[in-house]
């Protein structure tokens, strides 16, 4: 990430910033927000989790056709941990706000991670099975292949006893 891009005090910037706010990342890249969604992280906690993802897609240019242009950026978005989860019953460990080719524009996501605040937060996070299935069926399973790929995990509580190691 290029200096004064995520890091931007609009009150006290950094001199090496310059005067005026830098423009949105050019970045070529599919990204993964994981956020945790546990019930013992707090309401407060989630939502300002998803208020930084909120912030970040600010300061980023995003590829205006997802599923077919390799400029810009590809964002996908999950909480952990989806209701009814245990290991091998099948079911979806997460709950996908939105997948990597689901908007082309910015205030589309930025829409999606403000219902997502109101979503309920979950008992017996399952960290483990998360991560791994947003690598799995997120990134890895992304149409371009060849861009780059970036998870941000934003996690705030340990993973339950029974996750084990994913």
């Known amino acids: 990430m290029a200096p004064c891009t995520l890091c931007y005090d609009q009150c006290l910037p950094a001199p090496e910033c310059g ?3 830098p423009g949105p990342l050019q970045v070529h890249a599919d990204i993964a927000f994981v956020v ?13 989790a998803l208020t930084l993802v909120d ?16 400029h810009g950026a590809c964002v996908a978005l999950v909480t952990h941990m989806a209701s009814g989860f245990w290991p091998g019953e099948g079911r979806c460990p997460v709950l996908e706000c939105f997948h ?3 908007y082309g524009h910015q205030t589309q ?4 991670v403000r219902e997502a605040a109101g979503h309920l937060l ?15 069926k997120v990134l890895l399973a992304a149409l371009l ?6 998870l941000f995990a934003i996690m705030a509580s340990e993973t339950s006893s029974w996750d084990g190691r994913s």
């Not at 897609?57 to 390799?70: F, H, N, T, Y």
């Open 122 to 136: 979950w008992e017996a996070p399952a960290l483990g099975h998360a991560l791994e299935w947003t690598l799995q």
């Open 100 to 102: 990597l080719t689901a």
């Open 55 to 70: 912030a970040m897609l600010d300061e980023l240019e995003v590829a205006r056709q997802p599923s077919m242009s390799p």
């Open 109 to 112: 996501m930025q829409r999606s």
């Open 36 to 48: 945790d969604g546990f019930r013992g992280v707090g309401a407060n906690l989630y939502r300002a």
């Open 145 to 150: 292949l060849q861009r780059a790929q970036v």
């Open 19 to 21: 005067r005026g706010r």
